[in-house]
């Protein structure tokens, strides 16, 4: 059984930082596309950024939105994926989703956590 499960989410004031993990069991990650997506209330789930397979050069593409304040990484050991949110903004408020995405088309998505950002 796929799971994907993150955490970190939580209060901060605008400003500050948060980091969200997502770790992965059921499948070997290293093949794969890793990113994070995120609604808001009332929104579409937009694209937040994702990380290529180290075989394809761990290439990383943000969104303009949080380009020089996120950044993604991740760790193929621990099948995980990480999102550093820096310099955040009551507008980054938004339940957060990994994802994990193969060429076969496979995708996998975690439950999602609650990030708040007061002002």
């Known amino acids: 059984q796929v799971q994907l499960v993150e955490s970190g989410g939580g209060l901060v004031q605008a400003g500050g930082s948060l980091g969200l993990s997502c770790a992965a069991s059921?499948?070997?990650?290293?093949?794969?596309?890793m990113g994070w997506y995120r609604q808001a209330p009332g929104k579409q789930r937009e694209l937040v950024g994702t990380?290529?397979?180290?075989?394809?050069?761990?290439?990383?593409n943000y969104a303009d939105s949080v380009k020089g304040r996120f950044t993604i990484s991740r760790d193929n050991a621990k099948n995980t994926v990480y999102l550093q949110m820096s310099s955040l903004k009551p507008e980054d408020t938004a339940v957060y989703y990994c994802?994990?995405?193969?060429?076969?088309?496979?995708?996998?998505w975690g439950q999602g956590t609650q990030v708040t950002v007061s002002s």
């Open positions: 990380i290529t397979s180290v075989g394809s050069g761990g290439i990383t």
């Open positions: 994802n994990v995405r193969f060429r076969t088309g496979s995708a996998y």
């Open positions: 059921g499948i070997i990650v290293s093949a794969s596309t």
